[in-house]
C-alpha cells in the first residue's frame, strides 16, 4: 500500500489528508514529499469533465479500485487511460482506467511530521486491524 487515510485535527469539508508510506515521491530534493509525511488533498469536484487531466501541474492523490495512489498525470493516454508518475525513479508509473477511478484529489500542501493526535490514532488504527487478521 502506498498511502494511508489519516485524519488530522479537524478536517475541512472537501479536504482529506493521506499519509505517505513509500518513498515514491522522493527524488533525492529537501522539498520532495518523503515517507512519512502527511500530504493535505483537495477534491476535484469535476475531474470527469477535464479534456486533459495531464494540465493538473500539481501531485495528485487517486482514489482507484478502493486503493489511493499518488503521482503525477504524466499523459492522458488516449480516451478513458492516464499515466500516473512517480518522482523516485526507482517506482514504476502506473496506468490508471479512469472508468475505475472513484475520486481525484488535488495535493496541495505536506507536513514533515504528525500531529500527535492523528498519530496517536494511527497507531490505535494499525492496533486494531491487526487484531482482526
Known sequence: ME???VFINSEES???????????????????????DVLKCRVIAE???L????????PVVIIANGR???????????????LLSKYNQDYKNKQVELAKVRTIYQVESF?????PK????????LQESSMTY
Open 68 to 82: 489511493p495512489l499518488v503521482g503525477i498525470i504524466q499523459q492522458q493516454m488516449g480516451v478513458g487511460t492516464i
Open 51 to 58: 479534456r486533459d487531466l495531464s494540465k493538473l501541474n500539481y
Open 111 to 115: 507536513q514533515r511530521d504528525m500531529t
Open 3 to 5: 498511502l494511508q487515510e
Open 47 to 49: 475531474w470527469d469533465s
Open 14 to 36: 472537501g479536504y482529506k489528508s493521506f499519509e505517505l508510506l513509500t518513498h515514491s515521491m522522493d527524488d533525492g530534493n529537501r522539498k520532495a514529499m518523503a515517507k512519512g
Open 118 to 125: 492523528a498519530l496517536a490514532k494511527r497507531e490505535r488504527e
